[in-house]
């Protein structure tokens, strides 16, 4: 039986249904459950390093079937926010290939040089100095900060490594601005995307998620069910769980299925 009666559910991927290439323990069974009960399901990452087309064949290689149709991340809703308030902007990217590809695909032009209207600052394991100086420059010349996801690390097999929190303090720091707009967890911005996609009401979904000032205060924020899973990044002893009081706090998603 699964705990919660809600038609709409929204699982987190990093530290709720996997670490790095581990499916967390049960989780493709209850995705399996969920979906053979009639509820619908998306998945929602705030990290920009693969496409929604890559997390849909991750999934799958980990029992869980999907298409990139069930995947929202923080480089499409960027991507879509941003051609939608600035069409055809030029931007530089702190970022990766994937995130590149989709500014792309909806129409801005990504630039290598200063010469732009918008930073983007996302998850890059390829930061750098010579990143960082453009930055600056770009902003000295009128260029406006937006950001993907304000994580300060990501969960994975081996432990937490640096996420977009720390490309943002850098860029912050060195320009004396601060970024605009992230439009990832716990922002509004992902989460009208997110909904979109299930097609259910508010009051009829849950948000899953290992991280509490993200995934769990922005179903708290929209009146969302929600449920913390220990398996990531949040610990047991958290403070945050009493004051933010989750709807339901669990070990794993494993859980979710009595």
Not at 120 to 139: E, G, H, P, S
Request: charged share 25%; aromatic share 4%.
């Amino acid at each position: 039986m699964i705990r919660l009666p809600h038609r709409g559910w929204l699982f987190d991927l990093d530290g709720t249904i996997y670490l790095g290439d581990a499916l967390i323990p049960g989780a493709d069974a209850v995705i399996a459950a969920l979906r053979a009960d009639g509820r619908r399901v998306a998945f929602l990452s705030n990290k920009p390093l693969q496409t929604r087309d890559e997390y849909a064949r991750k999934l799958t290689r980990l029992g869980i079937p999907a298409s990139s149709d069930d995947v929202v991340n923080s480089s499409l809703v960027l991507a879509r926010h941003l051609a939608a308030i600035d069409p055809g902007a030029a931007v530089f990217v702190i970022g990766e290939p994937p995130l590149i590809a989709e500014l792309e695909a909806h129409g801005l032009e990504v630039r290598l040089d200063h010469r732009v209207r918008w930073v983007v600052i996302a998850f890059d394991r390829t930061f750098d100095y010579a990143k960082l100086n453009t930055a600056l420059q770009a902003v000295r010349g009128g260029a406006r900060l937006i950001a993907t996801n304000p994580d300060r690390t990501c969960p994975t097999e081996d432990g937490e490594i640096p996420d977009c929190a720390g490309m943002i303090a850098a860029v912050e720091a060195v320009t004396g601005h601060t970024v605009e707009i992230i439009v990832g967890k716990p922002c509004s911005i992902i989460l009208d995307v997110a909904l979109a996609t299930l097609g259910v009401p508010d009051a009829e979904c849950v948000v899953v998620g290992d991280r509490i000032e993200t995934d769990i205060v922005m179903g708290r924020r929209r009146g969302l069910a929600t449920v913390l899973v220990l398996s990531g990044v949040t610990r047991a002893d958290d403070p945050r769980i009493a004051e933010i009081r989750p709807d339901a706090v669990l070990p794993s998603v494993r859980e979710l299925v009595e």
